[in-house]
């Protein structure tokens, strides 16, 4: 398959074509031409690498009424995503090479983006043993990202082993940063909020706790660590400081947690319950500023679907966790590209080419120049939409921007020359 893309702005650059042959970008320039190829008009559209999640719920196996590989997959190219890393706690937890290689093979046959499975840490995600990391790395899933997601791995004896383990393949624990004895019961951050609404407060400092403990066991051991879903000002801080002192530590934070306050559970609306909460303006403005000077690596959705009879119930049952695939591009442009904070470059880093390098993935987040794989997307930048949870791709409707309105529009994504999404619809 030929494509011809007619006068992109590659990272917000001057007009360019380009031409993908082959699973590759064939050549990048003014004027280009090719008998028989597929001529996409990209006039006025910003091309940028596909982005790469390294922090999706896809929920198969288990939950496949909420979500699917599939319909995971098409929300993840809906969003210009080429790659998304799916979490382990599904039902049966991914914590074997067997159940990997299901997740990576269904990824494989639904073809809409490379998912890469992530293997739990410990065994069913309970904190008591390590998992078996060795197989999940050798498996044909090729798994080096490894996380307890939903829950923290809390033992720091436990923490520390896995640490170790994965230091011999090159591999990364992500590491869901909570206190469990800081968090009982809790349903929001707290603060002068919470005790207003009644509703049990989740500290800040039971992130900020595992965050420290976790980059000095990170530093002791010589080990990769890379800290889900940050979400105060107090755990940039502590990232900055380990940083300086050369700790391998990566981080990530979510397009919610850069939009939304704690304000928004006021309403009691179940949509906004999250894990963890959202927080104050303070520290979203943190999260940016750590974004933006490169302290937070990675924009991560956390895409967390969850079926109406587990969301639209009372706020202290409800589960935790919204989606975020689909709308994870145009929240970084309306509060980091419109503000001035990122320009193209920086969108194209922090969501492509360093959760690439976190994940060990060669392939994606790569340049667009000639010889690279074909792996990227044309947005609309001046495109403006009221985002309508009834039309997303997603299986689930836990949107917390319903109603909202948010700038661009994905119009094309390419899986290796392979259009996935073309004029913002799904092409499988
Ligand atoms: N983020 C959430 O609130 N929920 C996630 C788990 C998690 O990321 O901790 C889920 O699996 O639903
Ligand atoms: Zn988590
Ligand atoms: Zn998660």
Redesign the pocket.
Known sequence: MTVLIKGARVLGGDPADLLLDDGRIAAVGGRLSATGATVVDADGLVALPGLVDL?T?L?EPGREDAETVETGSRAAALGGFTAVHA?A?TDPVADTAGVVEQVWRLGRQSGLVDVVPVGAVTVGLRGERLAELGAMADSAARVRVFSD???CVADPALMRRALEYVKAFDGVVAQ?A?EPRLTAGAQMNEGDLSARLGLTGWPAAAEEAVVARDVLLAEHVGARLHV??VSTAGSVEILRWAKSRGVQVTAEV?PHHLLLTEAAAASYDPVF????PLRTDTDVQALRAGLADGTIDAVAT?H???AVEDKESEWAQA????LGLEQALSVVLETLVEPGLLDWAGVADRMAVRPAAIGRLDGHGRPLTPGEPANLLLLDPAARAVVDPAALASRSRNSPYAGRELPGRVVATFLRGEATVLDGKAQK
Request: charged residues 25%; contains cysteine; aromatic residues 0%.
């Open positions: 922090h719920h929920r979490m706690n997601d939903g829950h869901h909570e889900c879903h979510t319950k999250v894990n963890p956390d967390a679907p969850h589960r935790p966790g919204m």
